[in-house]
């Protein structure tokens, strides 16, 4: 008999601890959630998972406080109750770990932590002797060995991450939703991250995870709730929840219509192996890593992953190509021609584009429009006398839109108002309107679902195919694995090592990227 997946039951043992019951909520062009219903027990592990666009960050921004709703009603321990605003969100113990940091990175540790609840001497001095005490406490939660003095700026987005937990974790939240917590995090830290969240949820701490890689759900969950277009899509509890039942119940197909790199791509790589180096780095010195010499290349029609664990260096080695810290020593050949990427538009010049790891902050502008955005690395390129031809503008919009099915009302959206994937398509098709020659990528699907992740997918190899060189750095152990012709292993700021694809396996990745010594039949390049 087969398994009702959109009527798998939901029971739980006890009453309910929060409720939701037919949230509904619109922007301009997009009804974002239809009837939402959720339950979350007492000390349960409620995973909420969809592609993107399915409404599940602003359910979460709903329950937290950060957006209203339109309708529907909102319960704890069976009395409804308005959460219009962060503070009341608070009030009842319902704290959110946003998907994008949120700190003020030019204070301490300490002072985030307790932001807006300073303790005080005599109701009006700070007291930042108990604020350091009290910080070192909740950090020690989170297993984050650093001093409450230190700036958040000096932190590693990793770091950061976890400074953001410790600060939800600080407020004795009863229901504590995390959206995305270990996007960027380190192996180790999802780990200790994991621990955390079943200590608490066996203190009758109530945790709603949302999460799109599917292994930590199937690990972590009691019960997962499924959206789908704004709506409930059904729920999976126990034996139910595999990557098969969560996949067909998220995009509304089966698995195996997901993207995987065909066996007809093997003499296009093998054309692409005999293709001369359209990028080389020779000697290649970071910034942030000025010791570790680099080299390594990149042929057209190649795709080569950058693995390691975070803070190995990747994004370095990618924001120095593109010019954003020019090299401190070393040189950067281009078929065979030195370049001196000193700033972005020499790179630009060479024939490279960069789409950064945080799209909000550097890969795209949310309050400006879908068309905007498109056309904003073609501005020096194709203006004239100062503007931009609206001709062109809406050509390339039109062409940008259907070319990466980027799902939107129109090209006069603000692109504020897509979901993840469609921004990371946005963010990608304004410098693929340069047509480069050499595609950077860093966490190309960051954040997004597996559904859009299979389009960013397709969209890479059609760009090798037509002869583009792409080099991407990903946290992702399966990315790295499905995508690479080559792979290069960082740890600490050094290339460990080089994968052809053959040798491409999870234990010889994590093998380097811990630093341990390759083996004898590692290839060098």
């Not at 976890?162 to 780990?191: C, F, G, W, Y």
């Not at 946005?426 to 410098?431: E, F, R, S």
Request: charged letters at 25%; aromatic letters at 4%; one cysteine or more.
């Amino acid at each position: 008999m087969s398994l009702d997946l959109a009527a798998a039951p939901a029971e739980t043992t006890s009453a309910p601890l929060l409720e939701v019951r037919g949230i509904v909520k619109q922007f301009p062009g997009v009804k974002a959630l239809r009837e939402v219903n959720l339950t979350v027990s007492r000390g349960e592990v409620l995973a909420v998972v969809g592609e993107n666009g399915a409404g599940k960050s602003t359910l979460m921004k709903i329950l937290a406080g950060v957006q209203s709703y339109d309708a529907g009603t909102v319960l704890l321990d069976g009395v409804e109750i308005r959460v219009d605003s962060v503070e009341a969100a608070l009030s009842h113990g319902i704290a959110l770990i946003h998907q994008e940091l949120n700190l003020a990175d030019n204070l301490t540790v300490g002072a985030n932590l307790f932001l807006g609840r300073e303790p005080r001497r005599w109701g009006m001095v700070i007291d930042h002797d108990r604020i350091a005490r009290d910080a070192r406490q909740w950090l020690d939660r989170v297993g984050l060995e650093v001093d409450p003095q230190t700036l958040v700026s000096d932190l590693s987005i990793g770091r950061q991450q976890m400074v953001e937990i410790a600060k939800a974790l600080s407020v004795n939240a009863r229901v504590l939703i995390m959206d995305e917590p270990t996007s960027s995090l380190t192996q180790h830290e999802a780990e200790q991250l994991k621990n955390v969240i079943r200590d608490l949820s066996g203190r009758g701490v109530s945790i709603v995870y949302i999460s799109h890689r599917l292994g930590e759900v199937r690990e972590l969950a009691h019960r997962v709730s499924v959206l789908r277009d704004g709506a409930n899509a059904g729920e999976l509890r126990d034996g139910q929840i595999t990557h098969e039942n969560l996949v067909r119940l998220m995009v509304g197909r089966d698995v195996s219509q997901f993207y995987r790199r065909a066996d007809a791509t093997k003499e296009s790589r093998a054309m692409a192996a005999s293709n001369p180096p359209l990028l080389q780095a020779r000697g290649l010195k970071t910034f942030a890593y000025p010791r570790e010499a680099l080299d390594f290349e990149l042929r057209a029609g190649e795709i080569v992953g950058i693995a390691g664990l975070v803070g190995a260096g990747r994004t370095e080695v990618l924001q120095t190509l593109f010019g954003i810290e020019p090299a401190i020593e070393g040189e950067i050949l281009i078929s065979g021609k030195p370049v001196r990427a000193l700033c972005p538009r020499d790179a630009i010049d060479a024939g490279l584009a960069l789409v950064p790891e945080d799209r909000k902050a550097q890969g795209v502008i949310l309050a400006m429009t879908v068309r905007s955005n498109l056309s904003l690395a073609s501005l020096r390129q194709r203006q004239r006398r100062g503007f931009l031809p609206k001709a062109y503008e809406e050509e390339l919009s039109a062409r940008s839109i259907a070319n990466l099915n980027i799902k939107t009302p129109g090209d006069e959206q603000e692109v504020g108002f897509l979901s993840g994937g469609n921004q990371q398509k946005v963010a990608l098709g304004k410098w693929l309107a340069l047509e480069p020659r050499i595609l950077l990528l860093d966490e190309p699907t960051r954040g997004i679902d597996v559904g859009a992740k299979a389009e960013i997918y397709r969209i890479m190899e059609s760009l090798a195919a037509r002869g583009v060189g792409i080099l991407f750095a990903s946290s992702e152990m399966e990315e790295v694995l499905g995508l690479s012709d080559r792979a290069l292993v960082m740890h600490e700021g050094r290339i460990r090592g080089v994968l052809a694809r053959a040798e491409l396996s999870e234990e010889a990745i994590m093998r380097l990227a811990t630093g341990q010594a390759a083996t004898p039949t590692l290839s060098t390049g």
